[in-house]
C-alpha cells in the first residue's frame, strides 16, 4: 500500500508530465523545484530529474521520427559539443571533493538561476522567434562552418548547465535553437531540441547516479504519475491559450528561482 509520500511523488510526476504534454516545457524547471519542496537533497534531486527527463523524451523522440520532425545533423552537431561538456562537469562535480552541504548549496544556487534565465526565455519567446525570423536571410544569419561551430559551442553551454541543474535542455535549448536556425519550423525545431536532451540527460542522469546522486524508488513513482501525465497533457495541447500558461509558468519558475538564489 503507497503511503503519502509515494503518492505526493506520484501526483507530483502527473502534475509535471500533464503540464509539459500541454506545453512542451517546464519538465525539469518545475521537478526538481519540486523535489527539494520535498526534502529531497539538491543533488540527488538533479540526478533523478534528469533520468527522468531522459525516459519520458525518449517517447517524444520516437513520435517526433515518426513525423520526419527532427534534424538529426542538427542534434549531432549539438551532441557533440553537450555530451563532452555532461562528462566534463561531471568529472568537475566528482574530484572536487567537497563537503556534500557545500555541494548542494552549489546546485541549489544554480538552479535558482537557470531557473530565472528560463523564465526570461519562456516570457520573452515569441519576441526571439520573431527577432530570428525577421533577420532570416540577412547578414544576421550564419551559414555553414561558423554556424555549425556555434551550434557546438550551444550545445557545450547547454551541457554544462543541464548537468549541473537538470534545467535548460527544454526552453533554453529551443530559444538558442530559434536564433541559430530561424527559417526552421517550430515542430522540427522542438523535435530536434528533444532528440538532443535524450543523451544528454542519459548521460547526465547516469554520471550522477555513478556519484550516489540518484533514487530509482523516487524515479519509478514519478514515472507512474508522469507517463499518463505527459498523454492527457498533449491531447488537450493548444486548448488552453499559450498566453495564459506562459506567463503562469513563467512567475512560478521567477518565484522559485528567486528564493534559492536569494
Not at 22 to 47: K, N
Not at 154 to 160: C, I, K, P, S
Request: glycine content about 12%.
Amino acid at each position: 500500500m503507497l503511503d503519502v509520500g509515494m503518492l505526493g511523488f506520484i501526483v507530483a510526476g502527473l502534475v509535471v508530465g500533464f503540464i509539459v504534454g500541454m506545453t512542451g516545457v517546464g519538465g525539469g524547471s518545475l521537478m526538481t523545484p519540486i523535489l527539494l519542496w520535498f526534502g529531497i537533497p539538491p543533488a540527488a534531486a538533479v540526478g533523478t530529474d534528469l533520468l527522468y527527463a531522459a525516459i519520458t523524451k525518449a517517447g517524444g523522440v520516437f513520435v517526433h521520427q515518426k513525423n520526419k520532425n527532427i534534424d538529426w545533423k542538427i542534434t549531432g552537431w549539438l551532441a557533440l559539443g553537450s555530451v563532452p561538456a555532461a562528462a566534463i562537469t561531471l568529472l568537475v562535480l566528482h574530484n572536487l571533493h567537497t563537503d556534500t552541504q557545500v555541494m548542494n548549496a552549489v546546485i541549489k544556487h544554480a538552479l535558482g538561476w537557470a531557473l530565472l534565465f528560463t523564465a526570461v526565455a519562456i516570457v520573452f519567446k515569441q519576441q526571439i522567434i520573431a527577432f530570428a525570423q525577421k533577420h532570416a536571410g540577412d547578414q544576421f544569419t550564419l551559414s555553414g562552418s561558423r554556424l555549425n561551430l556555434l551550434t557546438v559551442i550551444t550545445g557545450v553551454l547547454l551541457g554544462a548547465i543541464v548537468t549541473l541543474t537538470s534545467i535548460g535542455a527544454g526552453a533554453l535549448g529551443t530559444v538558442a535553437l530559434f536564433l541559430l536556425y530561424p527559417l526552421m519550423t517550430t515542430k522540427r525545431l522542438v523535435g530536434t531540441e528533444i532528440a538532443h536532451a535524450v543523451p544528454l540527460t542519459l548521460v547526465a542522469g547516469l554520471g550522477h547516479a555513478s556519484m550516489g546522486n540518484m533514487d530509482w524508488t523516487l524515479l519509478a513513482y514519478l514515472l507512474m504519475g508522469s507517463l499518463p501525465g505527459i498523454y492527457f497533457g498533449s491531447h488537450l495541447s493548444g486548448r488552453i491559450s499559450d498566453n495564459v500558461l506562459r506567463p503562469c509558468l513563467a512567475t512560478m519558475l521567477v518565484f522559485i528561482g528567486y528564493k534559492l538564489v536569494f
